[in-house]
T-cell receptor, first 113, second 115 residues
């Protein structure tokens, strides 16, 4: 069975500093990986996805994520954090073809002015 | 207007009452899902439907039922609500073109409180 781990419940970063939100996964075969963001009182919004190809994936709002197959990780990154990036971030995995996406428990990102 | 609309957005009810949460979408997607979000647990899949005649249980379907009335409508029912069903519920959709990626489009959520 597939699983996703987000080891940090909360990440605090100063505005303007780089940020990383961690995600590791366990799945058979080649995974499809996603990051979603949830702002307060809103639904989840798609940020980016890795399907195949370049291990560095670029997404919305200046975010990017790096797929590392040997470490089974898909960490979310941004070179310079904004206060408006403060939200709840979810990593998700689809083992392929089955449409049963498994979500991590979420990481709350707090960007401090 | 939102592409995926959930009603009601907030509901408070009592133990034992029947509750229906409704979802409608204008994205033209075939596939629809109901997820439940609890703090510290992330999102868990309750039911999913790949088309009007196809309904499948997710990982936490006990205590819930669904109805796919049309391609655009997918309702979640709690026949006899209990307090541990207090949660934020999300409807999501995906199209057949992205079947092999799993990208989902979410509604704004329905917050249910069972007293």
């Amino acid at each position: 069975a597939q699983s996703v781990a987000q080891p940090e419940d909360q990440v605090n970063v100063a505005e303007g500093n780089p940020l990383t939100v961690k995600c590791t996964y366990s799945v058979s075969g080649n995974p499809y990986l996603f990051w979603y963001v949830q702002y307060p009182n809103r639904g989840l919004q798609f940020l980016l996805k890795y399907i195949t190809g370049d291990n560095l994936v670029k997404g919305s709002y200046g975010f990017e994520a790096e797929f590392n197959k040997s470490q089974t990780s898909f960490h979310l990154k941004k070179p310079s954090a904004l206060v408006s990036d403060s939200a709840l971030y979810f990593c998700a995995v689809n083992p392929g073809g089955y449409q049963k996406v498994t979500f991590g428990t979420g990481t709350k990102l707090q960007v401090i002015p | 207007d939102a592409d995926v609309t959930q009603t009601p957005r907030n509901r408070i009810t009592k133990t034992g009452k029947r509750i229906m949460l409704e979802c409608s979408q204008t994205k033209g997607h075939d596939r629809m899902y109901w997820y439940r979000q609890d703090p510290g647990l992330g999102l868990r899949l309750i039911y999913y439907s790949f088309d009007v005649k196809d309904i499948n249980k997710g990982e936490i379907s006990d205590g819930y039922s669904v109805s796919r009335q049309a391609q655009a409508k997918f309702s979640l029912s709690l026949e006899s609500a209990i307090p541990n069903q207090t949660a934020l519920y999300f409807c999501a959709t995906s199209d057949g073109l992205t079947v092999w990626t799993g990208e989902l489009f979410f509604g704004e959520g329905s917050r249910l409180t069972v007293l």
